[in-house]
Nanobody, 117 residues
Framework: QVHLVESGGGLVQPGGSLRLSCAAS????????MGWYRQAPGKQRELVAS????????NYADSVKGRFTISRDNAKNTVYLEMHSLKPEDTAVYYCKAQNWRLEDYWGQGTQVNVSS
């Protein structure tokens, strides 16, 4: 079992920045990849960014490339999502997901990000 806790969401003006954190606990040694997803009202949940733990290889949705950065701190068992140049269309609930080598998925509870003036 892997337990994930997100934090760092909030209200920010367009053009602003936020950093989301996802702290992992439990069977963290089994995690293969971690990712950030988001779900806006009335829309499907979508992948924002992911990072392979062993190689730090990253992947981004086209809509966030150049604005968002995913990173990890192994010492803190935490994955971050740095978000810059935020747009109103970035408004969503952001979820952290961990997948282990058995392809089992674990989700956090989500953190709300609102981009509005």
């Amino acid at each position: 079992q892997v337990h994930l806790v997100e934090s760092g969401g909030g209200l920010v003006q367009p053009g602003g920045s936020l950093r989301l954190s996802c702290a992992a606990s439990g069977s963290i040694f089994s995690i293969y990849v971690m990712g950030w997803y988001r779900q806006a009202p009335g829309k499907q949940r979508e992948l924002v960014a992911s990072i392979i733990i062993s190689s730090s290889r990253t992947n981004y949705a086209d809509s966030v490339k150049g604005r968002f950065t995913i990173s990890r701190d192994n010492a803190k068992n935490t994955v971050y999502l740095e978000m810059h140049s935020l747009k109103p269309e970035d408004t969503a609930v952001y979820y952290c997901k961990a997948q282990n080598w058995r392809l089992e998925d674990y989700w956090g509870q989500g953190t709300q990000v609102n981009v509005s003036s």
